[in-house]
């Protein structure tokens, strides 16, 4: 009990508020805006977060991200854009509401069932973190290594991509990691003789470079949105609460399948927003329906892209594995700030972590008044010229990743990544798989080369432990399984031979 | 910027190449079995088989398409990008290096409002918009970065009011 006072009094500081009150008018400008996305909403605000205290720091992320993946919705429901990726899978159905003239309903359902999932997000953190906690103290390196490498392979099996090419960018984020003297020995490894190298490439400039300047870049070769007809709306949350009872097994299950795909390693929003559209529609009494401007995909995919959001926060806190793109940010705003991720921070840091699950719930309930005043301004809000929004953006990533360490070389490699980003992007390789992989990369050698020394050459001690076997079979599999499903699709095709219908 | 697999997958083969042969360079610790070189050596073969698997088009099928939201059946899709404009894209990398070569000469002022100016012809705005966005936005910049985080951000030939 007098943790959770502790936490309340940590949270209830004037710079803690100020900092959540900003940031979230913040991230509901940025998510509203097409072409600017919730992780780049997080990036930008990294070198804010340093002139900050840890729980204002980590409270402003969190704020941030959450009120941009709602704000996503605005725009897919007005314009049919999405603000956000992670609005992306039921832009089409919240469009179709508007144009049968429910705009205030599409709109109402994005704010009330995103502000719940963040919740019910938030309650699957705080019963499984420090659950997973206990359990995580016993792991030794073997453990870490098997974990890790689950992790890398998550994001190849979730990316709405080639596995093939997500392996590929993978592996580019572990090179590009290797990069420096950060490893066991000391030794410096590609840096081509340059200083700067030297310290390696440091991931938040990587990852500005990746998320906010590729999307200028994008924004170059797109034409502009169109502009959005003034208009006046009625009453947002009218009727919300009858389809919170009538949808509520579609809600729980948006919520459920929200932190399974929230906690998995490297998959975040947009996946879940994704698979919950597609869950919905296919245990739906009316599949016929969706398309049509119909709300039941719609409450599921919206309550399902915000509780990823905060499970998200599950592996990140426990591992310091990302679990999706935002908290690949976070986690070095974590270290930064002394919050070194592990399952000590549940048991030594207790209320910091009581702190962190008030300032979710905070920041999902006042995602509803505030998020009700940005629907009403949202046709002002639309109508600022990307002409004026982007070179902004650019100006931000240069001052930004300068601020970082004082050093004007991450500025190159801010634009560096910008352009690895987009080259990989338009063909198909994706760039959360390499993000993951620059997070993670030293971590992955690390428990690696300790974990080989430890066994002394075998290989043995790798499977001999239970958690560690029951990891390693994940892994493997989960490495395998490119391979089986890559058999798995030759098999229609002779099939459709038989039946003689082809394909 | 469009690439076909075959040219991607070639230079992911190059990449592990060098990536492993670079690593096989690298001196081991003496006393050790395991040294610097290990990850660098499995990193590469891995892209290189990587690399081959996707000049080969294995796994193609899997992708998915690009557009996030498709177009309506009455809308008429997106032109496709020549490679003429497909070079626009590269303004923002190239005004965030011009960015750290000229900073310390013109001073933040200067550079700053240069870069938002270029960055928002080439996105079409009119100078009614661009001028004044070029002078304003990097004193708001400024004002937040080095009065408010104090980061020293150079005065240069131009430097701030304040």
Same mark, same amino acid.
């Given at each position: ?13 004037a710079?803690?508020?100020?900092a ?19 992780t ?36 897919g ?41 963040g ?19 016993n ?7 098997w ?9 190849t ?27 066991p ?11 700067d ?12 470079g ?53 906690a998995?390693?490297g ?8 698979v ?19 709300p039941?995909g ?23 594995i990302?679990?999706d ?7 070095g ?9 592990g ?6 840091g ?5 702190a ?12 509803i008044?505030?998020?009700?005043v940005?629907?009403?301004l ?15 953006i ?13 050093n004007?070389?991450?500025?190159l ?6 352009l ?12 959360a ?29 790798f ?31 002779r099939?459709?031979?038989?039946s003689?219908?082809?394909? | ?14 990449l ?11 001196? !081991?610790v @003496?006393?050790?079995?395991? $040294?610097?070189?290990?990850?660098? *050596?499995?990193?590469?073969?891995? #892209? &290189? ?14 992708e ?12 008429? !899709?997106? @032109?496709?990008?020549?490679? $003429?404009?497909?070079?626009?894209? *590269?303004i923002?990398?190239?005004? #965030? &290096? ?60 131009l430097?701030?009011?304040?």
């Amino acid at each position: 009990m007098s943790t959770i006072i502790e936490a309340f009094g940590m949270v209830l500081h004037a710079d803690v508020l100020i900092a959540i009150f900003l940031s979230a008018i913040y991230g509901l400008i940025i998510g509203a805006l097409p072409g600017l996305t919730a992780t780049m909403a997080t990036a930008l605000l990294v070198p804010v977060t340093f002139y900050l205290s840890p729980i204002a720091a980590v409270a402003s992320i969190i704020t941030a991200s959450a009120m941009a993946i709602f704000s996503g919705d605005i725009p897919g429901a007005l314009l049919r854009i999405p603000g956000t990726p992670a609005s992306a899978a039921y832009t089409d159905e919240s469009y179709a509401m508007t144009r049968k003239g429910q705009a205030e309903l599409a709109l109402g359902i994005g704010l009330w069932f995103s502000a719940l999932g963040g919740i019910a997000g938030t309650v699957a953190l705080m019963i499984m973190a420090p659950q997973l906690a206990k359990l995580a103290l016993n792991f030794s390196t073997f453990e870490y290594f098997w974990l890790a490498f689950l992790g890398l392979m998550c994001a190849t099996l979730v990316a709405r991509s080639s596995p093939v090419k997500a392996i590929a960018s993978m592996l580019l984020g572990l090179l590009i990691s290797c990069i420096g003297i950060d490893n066991p020995a000391g030794t410096p490894r590609f840096t081509f003789g340059s200083t700067d190298l030297l310290g390696g490439i440091e991931p938040i400039p990587a990852l500005v470079g990746v998320f906010a300047v590729t999307e200028v870049m994008r924004a170059m070769l797109t034409p502009e949105p169109p502009r959005l007809a003034s208009r006046r709306f009625g009453s947002i949350l009218a009727g919300q609460w009858a389809l919170t009872k009538q949808y509520l097994k579609a809600q729980m299950r948006g919520n459920v399948v929200g932190v399974i795909i929230g906690a998995l390693p490297g998959a975040g929003a947009d996946m879940a927003a994704w698979v919950s559209y597609a869950v919905s529609k296919r245990f739906s009494k009316t599949p016929e329906k969706f398309g049509t401007g119909y709300p039941e995909g719609l409450i599921e995919s919206g309550a399902s892209n915000n509780a990823a959001l905060a499970a998200a926060w599950v592996p990140a806190l426990l591992f310091g594995i990302p679990g999706d793109t935002i908290t690949a940010i976070a986690i070095g705003v974590l270290y930064m700030k002394g919050l070194n991720p592990g399952p000590s921070l549940f048991t030594q840091g207790a209320s910091s972590m009581y702190a962190l699950y008030i300032i979710f719930i905070l920041a999902n309930v006042l995602m509803i008044p505030l998020g009700i005043v940005m629907i009403r301004l949202s046709t002002q809000v639309l109508r600022a010229p990307r002409a004026a929004i982007m070179p902004i953006i650019i100006l931000l990533c240069a001052v930004g990743a300068f601020a970082i360490g004082n050093n004007l070389f991450s500025v190159l490699v801010v634009a560096a990544f910008g352009l690895i980003g987009f080259v990989m992007e338009r063909n198909g390789y994706p760039v959360a798989a390499m993000v993951l992989g620059i997070v993670m990369g030293t971590m992955v050698e690390q428990s690696l080369v300790t974990s080989i020394i430890k066994s002394d050459g075998s290989v043995l001690p790798f499977f001999n432990r239970p958690v560690a076997a029951v990891l390693a079979t994940m892994a493997i599999a989960a490495l395998l399984w490119p391979l089986g499903a890559w058999l798995w699709s030759l098999r229609p095709v002779r099939v459709a031979d038989h039946s003689g219908s082809g394909r | 910027m469009q690439l076909s697999d075959r040219v991607t997958g070639s230079f992911l083969v190059v990449l592990g190449g060098a990536c492993a042969y670079g690593g096989w360079l690298l001196p !081991p610790v @003496p006393g050790q079995e395991i $040294g610097p070189d290990v990850f660098p *050596l499995v990193i590469g073969v891995g #892209l &290189v088989i990587c690399g081959i698997m996707i000049a080969f088009g294995i796994g193609h099928a899997f992708e998915e398409q690009e557009e996030l939201v498709a177009p309506l059946p009455g809308e008429k !899709p997106p @032109p496709p990008i020549t490679w $003429g404009r497909g070079l626009t894209a *590269l303004i923002p990398a190239g005004l #965030l &290096v011009f960015y750290v070569y000229a900073v310390d000469r013109l001073g933040f002022w200067l550079t700053a409002g240069l870069i938002t100016l270029a960055a928002a012809l080439a996105l079409g705005a009119r100078l009614r918009l661009a001028i004044p966005l070029a002078i304003l936005t990097p004193m708001i910049v400024d004002l937040i970065f080095s009065k408010l985080l104090r980061v020293p951000l150079p005065p240069g030939l131009l430097p701030m009011p304040w």
